[in-house]
């Protein structure tokens, strides 16, 4: 069955840096397109960005914009893994960040890895 691992996250000060990565297993990597998700304390589960099968597309949503330039989404469809780097860190980015893909039909969601900033 399809897997998604997320690893990555940590407690980091303000301005500190962290690359999250997202392992998946049971399907054919390099077929889908992949995403990450966020979720801070309180609020609902939103898109940060996603990126095509090859990796020639990439789509930030108005949060990343916000964070312009602070997050990329990447993938190594070697390695079937998704990334993304977060740098210049803020409290505002505490949340638990989710990998996701789907097709025809079916959602797969990872686990979440907890990201803290501290001020």
């Known amino acids: 069955q399809v897997q998604l691992v997320e690893s990555g996250g940590g407690l980091v000060q303000a301005g500190g840096s962290l690359r999250l990565a997202c392992a998946a297993s049971?399907?054919?990597?390099?077929?889908?397109?992949m995403a990450w998700y966020r979720q801070a304390p309180g609020e609902e589960r939103t898109i940060v960005a996603a990126i095509s099968y090859n990796g020639k597309t990439t789509y930030y949503t108005d949060y990343a914009a916000s964070v312009k330039g602070r997050i990329a989404i990447s993938r190594d469809n070697a390695k079937n893994t998704v990334y993304l780097q977060m740098n210049s860190l803020k409290p505002e980015d505490t949340a638990v960040y989710y990998c996701?893909?789907?097709?025809?039909?079916?959602?797969?969601w990872g686990q979440g890895t907890q990201v803290t900033v501290s001020p």
């Open positions: 049971g399907l054919t990597f390099s077929d889908y397109d």
């Open positions: 996701y893909t789907n097709r025809a039909g079916y959602e797969y």
